[in-house]
């Protein structure tokens, strides 16, 4: 997971969010506002969001954080929306499908929670030192089914092999995490980067308590 950079709503759901009765209805532009703002990741799992449909349900889920169950004074709340993967691996689901009308109460647009998350470098596992924060990514999330964490891994594996070839040098080593924590030109993360960059800068700590 990474902290999302809540970018101002988009000037279409500003005039639709203003109209008098108006409820939450997704939209093409409200769709494509989150995406280029997550770079086009899920906002919890981290897989790659595909983009030739942004209209469907099927490449894109809109989630609101704080569900509109639970909230309806937020359901047109933009810095309440985030965008989703579709949140299904055969008949397992995850991330906004296996979350449903439930609530995300850890806050993915500060640093707090994101300071207590770890992951495992030997099974890709994520975890937070936060108690309920650590249900919600394992039980409300479903964030270690057990292919999400052999992507997650298997990227991890694929830049320790470059590393392995190229040199673990201080430059090399922030020259990955400042390809793997900012967006490409076309405005994408890479997937499952989350891991990557928690790795190369606990590689960097080390470092610099050597020195």
Known sequence: MRKIQKQPEPREWTEYRLTPGAHYEASSELRQALLEEQGCLCAYCM????????NSNETTRIDHVLS???????????SNMVVCCPGAINTSFHCDKQKGEND????????????????????????SSDAESNRQINTLLNLNH????????????????????MGWTVSTMRHQID?????????RYKPYNGIVVWFLK??????????
């Open 146 to 165: 057990a292919l999400l964490k052999r992507n997650r891994l298997e990227t991890l594996r694929g830049v320790i092999r470059m590393l392995d070839r």
């Open 202 to 211: 606990k590689k960097m700590r080390q470092v610099d308590n050597r020195i």
């Open 179 to 187: 390809t793997w924590d900012n967006k490409d030109q076309q405005g």
């Open 104 to 127: 995300v109460t850890f806050n993915l647009f500060g640093d707090h929670f994101f300071d207590t998350l770890s992951y495992s470098s030997k099974d890709g596992k994520l975890q």
């Open 47 to 54: 897989r790659r969001i595909p983009v030739h449909d942004v």
């Open 68 to 78: 509109r169950r639970n909230h309806p004074e937020l359901q047109l709340s933009y």
